[in-house]
């Protein structure tokens, strides 16, 4: 990856769309996924009023996560490390909202993260609360960080399912191409929340898929925080399925080309009193056949913050017969 021209980063929000799949994978047989989650959560909130959103990567010294708290006015993000995924030493807060820019004072968290050529990319929201935008910051050492002057990702044109704002991206690579799975927010009052999709090869130039959105439940129930990954011919996403009373759980779906999902109708449920209300925003990592899972809870059916939230851990099991 290299930096592009300020330019080229001002262009990356005018609504460049085009026509794409991930490459093909061959399907087959679907496993049947049995979810094991921690009974206590591996980051607790602590001083702040809310941590969720983790984002995990395996970096050269183990585990890396990058994730949000709420202080009770502003969201960050916070840096964490494991050697195994369940005993995390927080490192504080390394990201924060600059007011005096496109972001604003009230988030620069809700992120995802990847790590390649020695240095972490970081794609977060920001901008105003209700019209959030997607930019990216990038570090050598998930400390000090570099970020683009303006967002890499911004809401559609007028009427678009999108046009209100994006947010919650997870991004991904497959091959020469980055692609970030998002949520889209419409013009409705309040929005309806759909997950779409965009492709890049620098991760600062992004273009949306033309067709829309990737998944969406209508009616039924808003849509947040795709999580994505590949195994066993299929791509998979856990995305969170918000109730009309604020109430969330994640659900399961498959694809063999990454645009084109269906929902297993799969619900992972909350299990335990600490997240008795809320299960969201999860980041999955897949090594050696074996599907790690973080995500948030929460004990209070708060829309965006106060919920008690805290970071759980857990696994995605595939059920024998």
């Known amino acids: 990856m290299k930096w592009l021209s300020l330019a080229c980063v001002f262009l990356a929000g005018c609504g460049r769309y085009a026509d794409f799949t991930l490459p093909q994978l061959p399907g087959g047989p679907r496993p049947v996924y049995i979810f094991a989650e921690d009974p206590s959560p591996v980051i607790a909130n602590g001083n702040f009023t809310d941590v969720l959103n983790p984002s995990v990567v395996r970096a050269a010294g183990g585990l890396v996560n990058l994730y949000s708290v709420f202080d009770g006015r502003t969201w960050h993000t916070a840096l964490a490390t494991s050697s195994d995924g369940s005993r995390w030493q927080p490192q504080g807060i390394v990201l924060s909202p600059q007011p005096s820019t496109w972001e604003g004072s009230y988030i620069a968290a809700n992120g995802s993260a990847l790590f390649e050529e020695s240095r972490y990319w970081y794609w977060y929201q920001a901008g105003p609360r209700q019209e959030p935008r997607l930019g990216l910051a990038v570090s050598s050492d998930g400390r000090t960080w ?92 856990l ?41 969201c925003d999860p980041s999955v990592l897949e090594e050696n056949g074996r599907v790690e899972v973080w995500f948030g809870g929460g004990d209070r059916p708060s829309p965006d913050e106060n919920l008690h939230g805290q970071i759980g851990h857990g696994r995605l099991i595939q059920k024998s017969y």
């Open 146 to 237: 570099r970020k683009q002057p303006a967002p890499v990702v911004e809401g559609g044109p007028y009427m678009s399912w999108d046009e209100r704002g994006v947010a919650d991206p997870y991004v991904i690579r497959f091959g020469g191409n980055l692609y970030m799975y998002y949520t889209g927010l419409d013009r409705a009052r309040p929005p309806h929340q759909r997950i779409g999709i965009a492709r890049s090869t620098d991760g600062i130039y992004w273009k949306k898929l033309r067709s829309g959105p990737v998944l969406d439940f209508g009616n039924e129930a808003n849509l947040g925080e795709p999580a994505v990954w590949s195994s066993s011919g299929h791509y998979w996403m």
């Open 239 to 279: 995305v969170t399925v918000r109730n009309r009373d604020e109430t969330r759980y994640l659900e399961l779906a498959d694809s063999t080309d990454g645009v084109h999902w269906t929902p297993l109708r799969q619900a992972f449920r909350p299990r335990s009193a600490w997240d008795s209300e809320v299960l």
